[in-house]
């Protein structure tokens, strides 16, 4: 197992950055949240695709230098166009512009247009948390699952997230792809070359299969639990795209299959202003007491206990934390190297300590 030091680890994702021509500030935004990702364990969507943003922007699929703009706003409202900028700087951009306007109104929306995958939701929705304010975050995909009835694919797997802030700065927390499974996650499990559940992905006759080999040309995802995934996918396309502007269903290019092509994502993000609503104190009580309830649940046969969303993240983070290192995945450390070659900037992989 190959391990790397999470400042290593940082410097040596911002310098690539900057190699590139992004701004410091930019590409601090941009590795604080792969950084984070990786240390909540979704080793796949964190620091793994780094490299993959880069060619895109060599391949001008992205501007390195684009800034993000606000086209419209209201009191509790605006809309953003992310100018093909990289995913994670237009939406901490929109999420925390939604805070903003929550704090003042008690809710904020904020849509953004032409953006790029921005990696984990999940990171979005605990900026909002980490503020004090529960955060919902979303984003619509290019076409790369199925829909109940179908043998292709139709819609993306429109990944959604929330977050609801704790008094010890963690929070409960829900981050989810809309299919069964994330695609990068049969990306992973196609390049170690090993099979799938058969929940995963359907073939071109929409039978289930568990061959990942030809995904996502011969192969398509799932929806989550079936008509309900597909529900929901629908709802998050109608926020982040429908209403903002963006690229609807196939308008949307694969983002790392085609690097060349502008991304042409939309994003949509929720802040709530608790304290508007109750004394921060009242509402702490409250999740606790939801918590407590939850955990107390009688527990199935041999179940050593039960967990709240989010709690298995939060523990990884918090041992990455006390590690000072982030455990690599074989991808992750390969495209380490390439990016390397790439830059000319050296990175340091090591074995796991003992």
């Known amino acids: 197992m190959k391990t790397i030091k999470i400042e290593e680890l940082k410097e040596f994702s911002k310098k690539a950055l900057l190699w590139k021509g992004v701004s410091p500030e930019d590409a601090e935004t941009t590795v604080n949240a792969l950084v984070t990702t990786d240390m909540f364990g979704v080793l796949s969507h964190g620091t793994k695709n780094l490299y993959q943003y880069i060619l895109k922007m060599e391949k001008g699929g992205l501007d390195p230098q684009a800034v993000p703009e606000v086209e419209a706003e209201g009191p509790a409202w605006a809309l953003i166009n992310g100018n093909a900028a990289i995913g994670m700087v237009s939406a901490c951009k929109a999420m925390d512009l939604a805070i903003e306007k929550a704090k ?15 990696g984990a939701a999940g990171y979005y929705a605990n900026r909002a948390a980490k503020a004090g304010l529960m955060g919902i975050s979303m984003s619509n995909a290019d076409p ?69 080999s030809d995904f996502p040309g011969g192969s398509f995802l799932q929806p989550m639990a079936a008509h309900k995934g597909y529900g929901l996918a629908i709802m998050v396309e109608i926020l982040a795209s429908v209403l903002t502007g963006s690229g609807i269903m196939s308008d949307v290019t694969s983002w790392n299959l085609d690097l060349p092509a502008k991304n042409n994502a939309g994003h949509a993000f929720i802040a709530i202003d608790i304290t508007k609503m109750m004394p921060a104190e009242l509402f702490e009580k409250r999740m606790m007491r939801m918590i407590t309830e939850l955990k107390n649940a009688p527990k199935a046969k041999d179940a050593e ?15 990455a934390e006390k590690r000072g290192y982030i455990e690599l995945t074989d991808a992750m450390a390969e495209n380490m190297e390439k990016l390397s070659a790439l830059t000319g900037i050296p990175v340091t992989v090591q074995d796991k300590p003992e």
């Open 144 to 212: 790369n699952m199925s829909i109940p009835n179908s043998c292709a694919v139709a819609l993306g797997n429109n990944p959604f997230s929330f977050a609801a802030p704790l008094k010890n700065g963690k929070s409960v927390f829900l981050d989810i792809a809309l299919s069964n499974v994330a695609a990068l996650k049969v990306v992973m499990a196609k390049e170690k070359g090993i099979s799938v559940p058969d929940s995963w992905l359907i073939d071109s006759e929409g039978k289930p299969t568990t061959d990942p």
């Open 305 to 319: 206990r039960i967990l709240v969303p989010g709690e298995m993240e939060w523990e990884k983070y918090e041992l």
């Open 104 to 118: 003042a109104c008690g809710i904020g929306y904020v849509g953004v247009k032409n953006s790029c995958h921005f």
